[in-house]
Each structure stands twice: as structure tokens, then as C-alpha cells.
């Protein structure tokens, strides 16, 4: 590993299993299972295999917040999936999601359980069987899922790209910090300029589209991730500060942000 930028690649990449960094140990280049073991199944309908990050926060205040409004359908077992020791690459976890990442729900409320992954999709497949929390209609659902998956493509660039190479990488790389320190802070603003004209992400209403944003975006403004709350003055950021304190109740009823 070169640490000075002279790095020249080879012709062909090969596996640096000694890289080092917060999760060289887990992180492979195959996917599939490496163990076997069954993921245990409780007696509530929905299962629910995931860790307190962020990604995995959305679906607990999620179901939370159906269970908040009455839908027992929405009673869940949380099974902890420890991704430091590998946990996510078991057999039976690989069967609930092959792309091996937390969160995972199998729903059991139909005959044959159903499983699904990728949070995006796990909080659509919630509010569409609860009917809640994802308008019907358009406008106001298109713009629902417009931040839904502004979300989902956005948070790889804070979480992999700003707070892999600031927070966990074992050299600090002035490239990558600036260039991602500085889509972090575009992100923030986007976030920032909406958040002024608008109560919730999609308008009046609190939608899915929050509760995917903010276990991201209203932790990293409270500095309860990456530790790099002065390094990008988030303090300027005030529409989505005030946000996070007084519009996304689910946050705290959940204990998003507490991580
Ligand atoms: N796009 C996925 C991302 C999920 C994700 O990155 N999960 C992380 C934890 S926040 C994980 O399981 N990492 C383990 C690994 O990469 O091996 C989603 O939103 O569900």
C-alpha cells in the first residue's frame, strides 16, 4: 500500500488482505455465504436482522411508527447481526440478502415468507402493506420516492466515500477527504435550501423519505457520526439542524442518532 500518492496500479488488481482500515478484516471481493448457520426466526411477523447504524435505524423507526399508529402487523423480532465479526455472511443471513449488508426483513405475515433487502426497499415494502407513511398518489408519492432514492444513491458518498477515508482508513488522504468532504457539504446544502421551503422532505407530510434521511444526515449535523461535526461546520446547515430538533418525531422516539 502506498501512503504518499505514488501509487501506480498494476496490470491486474490483486487482494491486499493486509490493507488496513476499520473493516479490512470483513470486507472480502466475493460475495456468498462463508458459514453455515440458519438465522433465527422469533414469532412476530416481521423479522428483522439488522445493527444500530444508520441504514439499519431506518426500518426500526419504521416499524416503530407503524406500530406507533396502531399496526400490530408491524410487531417484529430484531435480531442483531454483528457485521464486525461477520455475522452477515452466514448462510442464512446470504439467503435473506445476497448482497450481505444490514438491513434485511424476512416478512412472515404471508404464507410464503417474503424477504427484503436493501433499506430503500424494506421501508416501500412496509408503507405500501401498511398503507402508510408513502402517499398514494402523485405528486405528492412521486416526490416521496424522488428522496427516498436521492437518499439511497447520496449516503454511499458520506458513509463510504467522506467517513471511510476521515474516520476509518489508516493513512488521512487529502484527494479523497477533499473531494468528498466537499459532496458531503453540497449534499448538506441540497438538504439545507429544501428543508427552508418545505416541513418534511416531500411537503406537509412525514413520509418514508425522512426517516431514510434522517439517521444519516440528522446525525451527522448533532456530530454523532464520524466525530466531523467542526471539520464541516455543520452549524451553518441551520434549516436542517432545526429540522432533525422539531420535524422528524420518529427519530426520537426510536433512538436514531444514538449511535
Ligand atoms: N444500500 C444498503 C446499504 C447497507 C449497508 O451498507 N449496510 C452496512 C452497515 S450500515 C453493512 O451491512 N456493512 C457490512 C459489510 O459491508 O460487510 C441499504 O441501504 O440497505
Given amino acids: ?19 488496513g482500515g476499520r ?8 460475495a456468498g455465504p462463508t458459514h ?15 445493527l444500530g447504524t444508520p ?16 399496526h400490530s402487523g408491524a410487531e417484529y423480532d430484531a435480531w442483531l ?10 448462510s442464512g443471513f446470504v439467503e435473506a440478502n445476497p448482497n450481505s449488508k444490514i438491513p434485511a426483513l424476512v416478512d412472515h405475515s404471508a404464507e410464503t415468507p417474503v424477504r427484503v433487502f436493501e433499506s430503500g426497499a424494506i421501508l416501500m415494502h412496509l408503507a405500501e402493506k401498511f398503507g402508510e407513511f408513502l402517499p398514494e398518489k402523485a405528486p405528492a408519492r412521486t416526490e416521496t420516492l424522488s428522496w427516498l432514492f436521492w437518499q439511497m444513491g447520496s449516503a454511499p458518498f458520506l458513509g463510504g466515500g467522506f467517513g471511510h477515508f476521515y474516520a476509518y482508513a489508516p493513512v488521512k488522504l487529502k484527494y479523497p477527504i477533499d473531494r468528498y468532504a466537499m459532496e458531503v457539504k ?17 411537503g406537509p ?16 449535523v448533532k456530530g454523532l457520526v464520524y466525530d466531523a461535526a467542526e471539520f464541516l461546520q455543520v452549524h451553518d446547515y441551520t434549516n436542517v439542524i432545526r429540522a432533525g430538533r422539531t420535524r422528524f418525531p420518529g427519530a426520537n422516539r426510536s433512538g436514531a442518532g444514538a449511535w
Fill in 1 to 19: 500500500m502506498s501512503e504518499t500518492g505514488d501509487y501506480e496500479p498494476p496490470k491486474v488488481w490483486t487482494w491486499d488482505k493486509e490493507s
Fill in 23 to 30: 473493516f479490512a478484516k470483513i470486507n472480502r471481493p466475493v
Fill in 36 to 50: 453455515d448457520k440458519a438465522l433465527p426466526v422469533g414469532k412476530h411477523p416481521m423479522q428483522l436482522y439488522s
Fill in 55 to 70: 441504514n439499519g435505524v431506518k426500518v426500526t423507526v419504521m416499524l416503530e411508527e407503524l406500530l406507533a399508529r396502531g
Fill in 81 to 90: 447481526i454483528n457485521i464486525g465479526e461477520g455475522e452477515q455472511f452466514s
Fill in 186 to 202: 453540497r449534499q448538506l446544502d441540497v438538504l439545507d435550501r429544501h428543508l427552508a421551503e418545505n416541513a418534511y422532505m416531500a
Fill in 205 to 220: 407530510d412525514y413520509t418514508i423519505a425522512d426517516m431514510a434521511i434522517w439517521p444519516w444526515y440528522g446525525a451527522l
